[in-house]
């Protein structure tokens, strides 16, 4: 049980026997199959005086969906923002598959698949373009990149747009082609940073099912981040960023259980303070 | 058409061979030659750039040299053994020209990138972030150089020509002015917070660095109108790229042009990768983020 986020809670691995040592992996080495999908210790960000995060502790066990949910504001870009390196961790440590993000950027990146909360294509390639741009910034030879096109395409069904510029797609296509591309390098952790924001509801359901699809069938971990109570499901494993703080890190059920609450809508509103959880989407 | 996701096809871990281990020389060939075909696909799709950076200097070699030769007598000055007509002199400030507006244009595209997000894309990439800057510097300095090879194409026939062998000996001046202006172009953007403010390098950068320089008249006459402003013409670095230039399309070197262009283009971009490091970084910004999380 990790339930609410504590000193007692942070650095620990469930999944495993002597949870609480942090495994290191030197550059280029082969990964333990015990390794966390992804180790954050300790890590602290400020812009300028404000604080964005406090000591932020959690691990992902490989092949795994978790949720990192919280309000607008709460840290999770900046979170993400320091796991894919675009910051650099001052404050604590980031490891990905035991690779540590400031010491070993490039192993840990290679492992690496984001989807921004921003759009990311560019809107006057097409399709093809952007995704051997992609593959090009992750060296992939120019047969290995078409043959993994072809696959990520038909996986996510867009390979009719393949020659279509990005400008002509829906934003549920352009998330899709996003994921796509994420995927391309064949990463073992995917980051998807509010990935349903603006689409409408099929769309959410469409990428949000799939994603866990994909994680059972391959093995890929996935970090969701989402502010949307209704994307989180009974069995996912949730961590609640507040004003920069981890106040929950657990399965849903035990969220659910320690704060006494009667669904996890209403277990968010009470850590997070919220008057109205409807607003998120909570099924309180 | 289709319209739904093929979980079938979904990305299996255990059966597809991983990436190679280490990044190689392919691997890093493969990313600069990624990089550098974005950037020319970028400028093909946006003709009105690749019209408008032809006609800023045709303009100025059609209707302002044109109008100034009578005027503006150039004595016997190196690299010419004879007199030229002025529009030979300006051809090397006009290539400058190119290069100066190139190398301010990738500036504004890394700003773009940066506020579309594409910027994220790239810095995101396994390879080493001065590595990823300096092929996108590589890429701007390369669609700027045809650029201005295609303006030397006019202008030959036009007839402002160099010796044959000057449109050869001219490349890796061109190359090296344009490292060092689209370098600075890239120092700037790491400082530019917004696209909007782009107007102000049109007036505070390009344009000064491009008048107080010998791109449209030699260096003496400015100094016999004010030697102040001679002063000026020897700080901007412009003055060095054009006088390299201008040696090179005679098979010459101007060595303190040579050294000086050298060494600013290492300076401006140790700068700019620097700026854009993680660790120092002025993309360290809360606005960068891309999102409100």
Known sequence: MRGLAGPAMRGGMPWEEGAGQLHHVPPGGE???????????????????????????FTLAPATFTVLLGLNGA?????????????????????????????????????LGIVFQARTLDLDLSVRQNLVYHASLHGMSSREARERIAAMLEAVGMSDRLNDKARSLSGGQMRRIEIARALLHRPQLILLDEATVGLDVKSRADILANIRNMVAR???????????????????????????????????SELVRETGAGAIGEAFARLTGLDAPSETGARP | ?????????????????????????????ICLR????????????????????????????FIFAAGFRQVLGVSIIPPYRTYVLYEVYITPGLCGMILLFGGMQSSLSMVYDREMGNMRT????????????????????????????????????????????????????????????????????????QLENFSGIMNFVIFPMY?????????????????LLYKICLLNPFTYAVELIRFAFYGQVEWLSLGIVAGLTALFLGAAILAYSPTRGLVNRKQDTGGNG
Not at chain 1, 31 to 57: I, K, N
Not at chain 1, 82 to 95: E, K, Q
Not at chain 2, 5 to 12: T, V
């Open chain 1, 31 to 57: 990964v333990p199959a015990s390794v966390a999908a992804l180790e954050v210790a300790a890590v602290s960000h400020f812009y300028g005086r404000s604080q964005a995060l406090d000591s932020v502790s």
């Open chain 1, 75 to 111: 840290g999770k870009t900046t979170l993400f923002s320091l796991i894919s390196h675009l910051y650099d961790t001052r404050a604590g440590s980031i490891r990905v598959f035991g690779h540590d993000i400031a010491r070993a950027s490039s192993e840990a990146l290679r492992r």
């Open chain 1, 218 to 252: 391959s093995g890929i971990s996935v970090l969701w981040a989402t502010h949307l109570i209704d994307e989180v499901s009974e069995g996912d494993h949730v961590l609640v960023l507040h004003k920069g703080r981890l106040v929950a890190d657990g399965m849903v």
């Open chain 2, 1 to 29: 058409m289709s319209t739904g996701w093929n979980a079938a096809s979904a990305p299996d871990t255990a059966t597809v061979p991983a990436l190679p281990r280490n990044l190689g020389l392919r691997q890093y060939l």
């Open chain 2, 34 to 61: 990624g990089i550098c075909v974005r950037e020319g696909l970028r400028f093909i799709h946006q003709r009105e750039r690749f019209v408008s950076s032809l006609v800023r200097p045709l303009m100025w070699l």
């Open chain 2, 122 to 193: 790239l810095l995101v990439s396994p390879f080493p972030r001065w590595f990823l800057l300096v092929s996108k510097l590589l890429a701007g300095v390369t669609v700027s150089v045809l650029q201005v090879y295609v303006f030397l194409a006019i202008a030959w026939f036009w007839g402002v020509k160099a010796p044959p062998l000057g449109y050869l000996m001219v490349l890796p001046a061109l190359f090296l002015s344009g490292m060092m202006l689209c370098a600075l172009g890239l120092l700037l953007s790491s400082l530019i917070k």
């Open chain 2, 211 to 227: 008048f107080a320089s010998p791109a449209l008249y030699p260096l003496w006459r400015i100094q016999e109108a004010s030697p």
